[in-house]
């Protein structure tokens, strides 16, 4: 810290203003933390900071809007300057989800809320890319805010996805409809309504102390945006079925996110409210479901982990079973113990599903790494059908899950673009596949592009700290761009990696 070399009076005066300048500009205060080692282990296979840069830098390249003059994914231009004229509203800005042009909001809220919870709980050790995340997650809240300006009303998509998927051409070239999609009173979503509540809450929570003002203004809003989730029940899949089905359907309803923000608006409000909504309708909102997957779609895994945060840490005996229900998850991916039902590759690989696989791999190891973070504070264990399984084997466990993405795996392929020396080079991208906007000024038009889409070669431009689908069960992974279920990148796989990669980083010396 640049403090440290001006003499003791100013070294004071520094110390002074930590919490309110310093922390905002990416020079986190450190305070004792349970997570961090008292030794450090000698020997990391991976460079885990770079892993983390890059990781962040990802976000630059998804973004919609008025770019501004601190892009450093350089090859990217402005895109989407008239999102939400049609409907008389300002939905510029924001985050395309994935490899196309349409911005959902239902997964920009999950990875946003993700972004944040990885900055609450790992960003003191960030170091300099503290600054680079918050500015991750406020050109989200920015457009969340838009999104959300008029009361019970949430504008959740911006872009038809069938006519977007129907070309294959930059955003900056967007000729496709526009068109806007919102739920209401007359066509709830309380799931999308809800995840954007604990996104505003959860990101409320990062500004605090940097941006006091700002996190008001987000709190203000996640608890507007929240009752009305809960007023106005139903599932935003059913109104609008062809518009964000088969592409972000909510499958698991709406439940799972009623509980998931409500437990981020009681961390971020302390008021009891939420805390007796927790207890009166937890059960009947899942709580104590065995689905062990957790994602953009099902948040119930991660209630459960932030809930037992607050009765192993913070004492709430009221929430005593969030721990019984957390441990569940966990003994799920222990291999070998009572109740373990997750499945791994020949490589170690945590395999859920064929589609953007990887997605649950971060957002599993960072729930590990979190879960332990609470054990290790509570000195406590996880108790597997009597068997007791250490934060420490958590955190093994972890580490094996990021390693194998950046490239300790059976291809020895790293499954992050741009980092290590093989990487995959022709992902499902539209922007990274086609001539960047400066080295082919002129338009690509909707259909011209596929010849691209089609063909072997690579990407021209590297959208450096993309994270894939990646490989199938048996550890192939082909590197077809048209393959989008193992090529493509998303937004919420990177999100969750982020928090992952601090504590590897910092736990490694090399932050």
């Excluded at 809800?194 to 929570?205: G, I, K, P, Q």
């Excluded at 799972?256 to 009166?280: M, S």
């Excluded at 997750?342 to 945590?350: F, M, S, V």
């Excluded at 649950?360 to 054990?375: D, E, I």
Aim: charged letters at 20%; hydrophobic letters at 35%.
């Amino acid at each position: 810290m640049a403090c440290a070399n001006f003499s003791f009076t100013l070294l004071v005066l520094c110390s002074c203003f930590a919490t309110s300048f310093l922390v905002c500009h990416g020079f986190p205060v450190h305070r004792k933390n349970p997570l961090h080692h008292r030794h450090q282990p000698r020997f990391a296979s991976h460079n885990y900071r770079d892993a983390l840069t890059k990781s962040i830098l990802f976000f630059e390249g998804q973004r919609s809007g008025k770019l501004p003059s601190s892009q450093r994914m350089t090859w990217r231009r402005d895109s989407g300057l008239t999102d939400g004229s049609t409907m008389h509203v300002d939905l510029v800005g924001g985050y395309y989800d994935a490899g196309d042009n349409v911005k959902f909001g239902f997964p920009m809220a999950f990875t946003t809320t993700m972004l944040s919870w990885s900055v609450l709980e790992f960003g003191g050790l960030m170091k300099g890319e503290l600054e680079n995340a918050r500015g991750a997650i406020r050109w989200a809240t920015d457009y969340l805010l838009k999104a959300t300006a008029h009361t019970d009303t949430i504008y959740v998509q911006v872009g038809d996805a069938n006519k977007d998927h129907a070309c294959w051409e930059r955003p900056e070239d967007m000729d496709t409809p526009r068109s806007v999609f919102k739920v209401d009173k007359n066509s709830p979503g309380s799931d999308v309504a809800a995840e954007t509540a604990a996104a505003l809450a959860a990101a409320s929570l990062v500004f605090r102390r940097c941006d006091p003002t700002y996190a008001k203004l987000l709190l203000r809003r996640a608890i507007r945006v929240f009752q009305f989730a809960d007023k106005y029940r139903g599932s935003y899949s059913y109104g609008l079925k062809k518009f964000v089905c088969p592409f972000y359907c909510s499958y698991s309803g709406y439940e799972d996110e009623l509980l998931w923000g409500a437990a981020w608006l009681h961390k971020a409000t302390k008021n009891p409210t939420y805390l007796n909504y927790i207890q009166v309708n937890g059960q009947t909102l899942g709580a104590a479901q065995f689905d062990n997957t957790f994602g953009w779609d099902n948040k119930h895994v991660g209630a459960r982990i932030l809930l037992s945060k607050a009765f192993l840490v913070q004492k709430l005996q009221s929430l005593h079973d969030y721990k019984g229900h957390a441990d569940n998850f966990i003994c799920s991916l222990i291999p070998g113990a009572p109740y373990s039902s997750a499945q791994y590759t020949p490589g170690g690989l945590l395999f859920k599903m064929s589609d953007s696989n990887m997605q649950y791999v971060t957002s599993t190891s960072f729930l590990l790494l979190t879960y332990a973070k609470y054990l290790t504070s509570a000195r406590t264990v996880v108790n597997c059908g009597g068997t007791a399984v250490t934060p420490k084997r958590l955190r093994s466990i972890a580490k094996k899950q990021v390693d194998y993405l950046l490239g300790d795996n059976p291809l020895k392929m790293s499954y992050m673009v741009g980092y290590g020396p093989r990487y995959p080079q022709r992902i499902h991208h539209r922007g990274s596949s086609l001539p960047s906007v400066s080295t082919h000024p002129g338009k690509i038009q909707c259909s011209a592009g596929f010849s691209v889409m089609n063909s072997q070669s690579p990407n021209p431009n590297v959208l450096v700290g993309a994270i894939v689908g990646g490989p199938d069960e048996h550890d192939r992974f082909p590197d077809e761009r048209s393959d989008y279920e193992q090529s493509e990148p998303a937004t919420y796989i990177n999100a969750p990696l982020v928090g992952a990669l601090a504590y590897l980083a910092h736990s490694f010396g090399q932050l």
